[in-house]
């Protein structure tokens, strides 16, 4: 580090001050550097919350280490210097309050990043004397007597402030990205309506520059030797050898250094002091601080009385993370025992009857598996009928759900008699049943519908009440429920029963939404749902973000939304939708208005996806207008509109002098209709304001 040097005699300048302190700068700014590095470093600076709370947090005491250039503005009387950089600290001595403010609309929330950065600050204004050569006796009170007042401080500073997100539906938030120079050390996250902050809401934010342990917990000897191996330790098993303690069932083992948590692969030696008599005895390296956890042997296999052979049988044990067992490496017996031909004559190993409650099936096989793998097969006989949302649970490991084919392949709920018999295999996902029942001939379609089922939507919005005075619900394997006096209401901004089911959480804007009465046969819940009408907009609703445990579904309703995800204005009655009046075809004067043979034109701008027919008026310039709509280019279900100046009754409307109203066009394509027409040199359009379904 460079030092000034000084004369006896000699005149001080103010230079020979300020290199001093810049020499001690960069001092210590190398040592700091050779010790952190120079990446960018935050300690301290913790973020909580305000006592009391408040929408606010305090962000306590701490610095920040930045490389910086040595000075970006001139210090005094030395020039700046920016050709060379050096690890600065800014200090942040006393705590800052940030404000976390709620975003203001309902079912939002947003991330707040609590960002830092360092800043040279000069400070501390004072008017200095100065010496005066004229008059030594009387000194000037500011450079050259002007008074003014000149920094006396160059602050090393940690700048704290907060950068907000972009408010969002709850868990679809985002943290906004740390500004140009700012490193994000902490993430506040604020809800609807909340008026205070509290522990729960503030994060450690991703890749903050943190310290977490001092220089003496780094290297410290002590330290050291207590957390990291040696040499020797490794060589006497010093870590991983303990005599057993417990019961010969329940066995436990003390290390040292304690083992403190599990994990994949651990391998522990323990010397027994019992053989075990039970198929599942246990085992704990830290009683009392680590759960005891099942011994098992090979693939998973239970154990047999004597694997563990008696006291002084040095046993190896593995625990393997994805069966959460301790896994015997040197069982006494081997890990597989001969099976004889009798056992495989009686399916001793495979054949099994379930047991639990109807729908909620258990099989415990013996030995018991170790974890669920693809292609394990098991002859069951089902103890009772299943409820069409069948799960089965072997061996403890955790429900499957129990499916079956379909003629056409798809993996349906399977049909389960009480008794019956059959082959299940595990694909990975669930049980299939192999041998399966035929499923109900019933048709879904012909079983489901809604009677005097009314929904209306005066002006657009995100939620509505559906009102039916009967709801027949069904399953795709032909099961049905009679609801009675249905009434719920929907909000298609929320998510899961009585909102919306898309994965997303958000319906299409300026789209379609099938609407679907659903039914959960075991707890009698009713609701009602909303979905992408490209998704499912059949009978019953198809796709997969069925809420759990309803398996019943009806459509009831099929409805536009506008560019905000709201209901648009409508009125559904029964299978019909009526809405106020949009254009879908526009014919100009002189143009396009002739076409002789029947041409298409799109409906998607005014129907859904599962319309059948659609209704609404033809209106020409003029009383002269003779055209034709119809379902496909064959003309099927064809209506025709042929009106000259000699008629009387027309009705004019939006600058067209004569409009005919249409009802209950056929839709054989979707979202689709034809048109012929004969009406040169006049400007013709078809408007709908209505459909059925």
């Known amino acids: 580090m460079d030092r000034q040097t000084v004369y006896p005699g000699g005149i001080p300048l103010e230079t020979d001050l300020l290199n001093t302190n ?97 800043q040279d600050v000069d400070s501390d ?4 004397p100065y010496y005066n050569a004229s008059n030594p006796t009387q000194a000037y009170s500011g450079p050259n007597n002007s008074a003014i007042a000149q920094n006396t401080v160059r602050k090393g500073v940690c700048a704290m402030r907060v950068k907000a997100g972009v408010a969002a539906a709850t868990g679809a938030q985002q943290t906004p990205a740390a500004d140009s120079g700012y490193v994000g050390l902490w ?71 304690a083992v403190a948590a599990l994990t994949n692969g651990m391998t522990l030696c323990v010397r027994a002091s019992a053989a075990n008599t039970a198929a599942t005895p246990t085992f704990t390296p830290n009683s009392g601080k680590i759960a005891a956890k099942t011994i098992v042997k090979g693939a998973g296999f239970a154990l047999v009385s004597g694997d563990i052979a008696g006291a002084g049988h040095w046993i190896e044990l593995q625990y393997d993370q994805t069966l959460d067992k301790w896994v015997l490496l040197n069982p006494a017996t081997g890990v597989v025992a001969g099976i004889g031909a009798a056992a495989f004559q009686a399916q001793t190993y495979t054949a099994f009857t379930t047991g639990g409650a109807s ?18 097969r098991f002859r069951v006989k089902f103890h009772a009928a299943g409820n069409g949302s069948d799960t089965l649970n072997v061996s403890g490991l955790g429900a499957k759900g129990v499916k079956q084919y379909d ?46 089922a009314r929904m209306s939507i005066s002006v657009q919005s995100a939620s509505g009440t559906f009102t039916a005075d009967e709801v027949i619900v069904g399953t795709d394997l032909g099961a049905s429920y009679r609801l009675t006096k249905f009434s719920k209401l929907i909000h298609i901004g929320t998510y899961g029963a009585g909102g919306n089911i898309e994965a997303s959480g958000l319906v299409p804007a300026s ?38 445990g309803y398996t019943a579904s009806a459509l009831v309703g099929i409805l536009a939304t506008n560019g905000m995800r709201q209901f648009s204005a409508a009125f559904l009655k029964d299978r019909r939708v009526d809405f106020p009046e949009i254009t879908v075809l526009a014919l100009s004067s002189g143009g396009n208005s002739t076409a002789t043979t029947y041409t298409s034109f799109s409906l998607v701008a005014a129907v859904p996806p599962g319309a059948s027919a659609w209704s609404g008026a033809i209106g020409g310039t003029t009383t002269d207008v003779a055209m034709a709509v119809a379902g496909d280019a064959w003309g099927t279900g064809v209506r025709i509109i042929n009106v000259n100046s000699n008629d009387s009754g027309e009705i004019s409307f939006g600058g067209y002098m004569t409009a005919i109203a249409v009802s209950q066009v056929p839709i054989i394509e979707t979202q689709t209709a034809y048109y012929k027409a004969a009406t040169a040199s006049k400007s013709v359009r078809v408007n709908v304001s209505g459909y059925s379904f």
């Open 359 to 376: 729908g909620t099936f258990t099989l415990t096989p013996a030995p018991a598996i170790g974890a669920y793998a693809a292609n394990q």
């Open 125 to 128: 204004p004072v008017t200095l």
């Open 187 to 257: 993430v506040v996250t604020v809800a609807y309506g909340q008026a205070q902050i509290t522990a729960a809401n503030i994060a450690q934010a991703a890749n903050a520059p943190l310290l977490t342990e001092s220089l003496t917990q780094k290297i410290g000897l002590a330290t050291a030797d207590a957390r990291y191996a040696t040499q020797v330790g490794f060589q006497q098993n010093a870590y991983s050898v303990a005599n057993a303690g417990g019961a010969a069932n329940a066995i436990t083992a003390a290390y040292s250094p």
């Open 407 to 452: 003629g056409v392949g798809n993996k349906v709920a399977a049909v389960i008699a009480a008794n019956m018999l059959s082959d299940v295999e595990y694909d990975g996902a669930d049980f299939v049943v192999l041998d399966r029942l035929p499923a109900s001939t019933s048709s879904a379609t012909m079983l489901t519908g809604a009677q005097n």
């Open 511 to 548: 789209g379609f939404v099938s609407l679907y009465v659903i039914y959960n046969p075991t707890t009698k819940a009713e609701s009602i749902v909303a979905c992408d009408a490209n998704t499912s907009s059949g009978a019953i609703y198809t796709g997969a973000n069925m809420p759990d």
């Open 22 to 118: 810049r020499n001690a700068l960069i001092g210590l700014a190398k040592l700091a550097a050779a010790v952190l590095g120079t990446d960018t470093l935050a300690n301290g600076l913790a973020c909580t919350p305000t006592t009391p709370a408040s929408p606010q947090v305090l962000v306590k005491p701490g610095e920040i280490y930045s490389l910086q250039n040595l000075d970006d503005t001139a210090y005094s009387s030395l020039a700046a210097d920016t050709a060379h950089q050096i690890l600065k600290q800014g200090l942040l001595m006393d705590a800052v309050t940030l404000n976390c403010p709620a975003p203001a609309t309902s079912g939002y929330s947003v991330n707040y990043l609590i960002e830092a950065t360092y």
